[in-house]
């Protein structure tokens, strides 16, 4: 499995990073999804596309960097 961090834009709170967090899990092939908010980044573990992982993060409604 790969580790890719990306950065997200728009979070605010935790509210944000859990909204995030449970949307990136739910995509096939992700075992696991780190959110730093200080950061602004999403550490996910697993093999999914890039545009998977770009369209859980709009669901929740930011943006994939």
């Given amino acids: 499995m790969t ?5 997200v834009e728009g979070m605010t709170c935790e ?3 859990a909204a995030v967090t449970t949307e990136v899990r739910k995509v096939p092939g992700i075992s696991d999804a780190i959110v730093d908010l200080e950061q602004g980044m999403l ?6 596309s890039r545009q998977a992982l770009a369209d859980a993060v709009d669901e929740a409604g930011y943006v994939l960097v």
């Fill in 3 to 7: 580790t890719r961090t990306y950065a």
């Fill in 15 to 17: 509210h944000c990073v």
């Fill in 43 to 48: 550490t996910v573990t697993g093999d999914a």
